[in-house]
């Protein structure tokens, strides 16, 4: 039962999680040498996981994966917003440039995550991961419009055959790091290791955000 934006979103997690596959994901906690240490043919298994992923209802599997990384980047905004005791904006009207959403957020999340101990290189990998497929995908369609529709604003159809598998790649590693992100975030508020006070816990159940 959906109640607030993290059970809504944890809905989309769960299918984009599936969309990208179990096979996929087994290669998340794999660092990029060790993908090159594997055998000939368990790398062409890997590769072709990746490329497939363009051939069988590509921009739709696309658009929910990047939906649940919105979904999860307006969450942390919002959350920034209780924390900092100004107005929770209605993120359903602020489109989905998703770039913006994060170098709003990127300075708190640095603040709270290395004060909870997160190491200086998972939280630069983490930042990078999701840094990399943000600008890679504004560069290309800043505000989703292409996983929307096939046309412009201007009737033109958009160069979809500009997907590539280096793309795909960087959208399944920001789709990893802002999960770990947001995850880790909702444990601390939970477990009281956040600094909210009771209005501020009560702010983010009044405006359905957390389910807490």
């Known amino acids: 039962m959906i109640k607030t934006w993290e059970s809504y979103a944890r809905q989309y997690r769960n299918l984009a999680s599936r969309l990208i596959g179990e096979e996929l994901a087994s290669f998340k906690n794999f660092e990029q040498e060790e993908i090159s240490s594997l055998s000939e043919e368990s790398n062409k298994v890997f590769q072709n996981l990746i490329s497939n992923m363009t051939k069988d209802q590509e921009f739709p599997k696309i658009f929910i994966v990047r939906h649940c990384i919105e979904l999860e980047l307006k969450i942390i905004g919002m959350i920034y917003s209780v924390f900092k005791n100004t107005p929770i904006a209605n993120v359903s009207e602020k489109g989905h440039d998703i770039k913006t959403t994060w170098d709003s957020n990127r300075q708190f999340l640095t603040?709270?995550?290395?004060?909870?101990?997160?190491?200086?290189?998972?939280?630069?990998?983490?930042?990078k991961d999701i840094g990399d497929y943000?600008?890679?995908?504004?560069?290309?369609?800043?505000?989703?419009?292409?996983?929307?529709?096939?046309?412009?604003?201007?009737?033109?159809l958009f160069e979809l055959d500009t997907l590539s598998q280096t793309r795909l790649e960087k959208l399944e590693a920001c789709f990893e790091a802002v999960g770990q992100i947001l995850e880790r975030t909702i444990s601390l508020i939970k477990v009281n290791s956040f600094e909210l006070n009771d209005t501020q816990k009560q702010s983010l159940i009044n405006n359905a955000i957390l389910d807490i």
């Open 111 to 127: 603040e709270i995550l290395k004060a909870d101990g997160m190491s200086e290189i998972n939280l630069k990998k983490y930042f």
């Open 134 to 156: 943000i600008k890679e995908q504004n560069d290309w369609d800043i505000n989703s419009i292409a996983l929307r529709y096939p046309t412009n604003f201007n009737g033109q």
